[in-house]
């Protein structure tokens, strides 16, 4: 068998191909080292005065106005009902917060309707429990002291300097000042 040159000269560079080779490193780079951040160098913050007062503006005004309106909306019926009614126990409805209880006190005993007495004894109960509820919120309004609190701060006029270090472009750094004067 007769080889000739181009069949060794194939042979040769795939032979080359599987040799393994020499590798070289990269090149170092010498790294510049990074300086450390300058000292940050700070006055004192100005110092603020904080001053805090609470005084006494008078009666709570929410409690009292609820208590109105409780007062309010229980003794209207009760008159209602002393305006129209023809029993004469009903009469003392005009009297606030004792009437309800007075009318119960004076009351008929039941004669032929004992439900329709009965509910209407129910209701003046009820009616005589939400007069002194809102008498007593009244009361209690006037009782509550409704206290106001003022907190007034006043900055201290020292100028300040801050120094902080700052990066300036790709690589640089340099100090950043600022402050109030």
Known sequence: ?????????????????????????????PVQPVPPPPAVVETAPPVAETTTTSEVTGPSLAMVGSGVAIFGLSYLPAVVVAAESNLSADHNLYVPFAGPWIDLAHRPGCSVDCNSENTAKVFI??????????????????????????????????????????????????MLAFGSF
């Open 1 to 29: 068998m007769k080889t000739s040159i181009l069949q060794v000269a194939a042979l040769g560079a795939a032979a080359a191909a599987f040799v393994p080779g020499v590798a070289s490193a990269q090149d170092v780079v």
């Open 125 to 174: 109960i009820i009616d005589g429990v939400f007069q002194a509820i809102g008498g007593l919120t009244v009361i209690g309004g006037f009782l509550t002291p409704v206290r106001t609190t003022k907190t007034v701060r006043t900055a201290a006029l020292k100028p300040t300097l801050h120094l902080e270090p700052a990066q300036m472009g790709q690589g640089g750094y340099g």
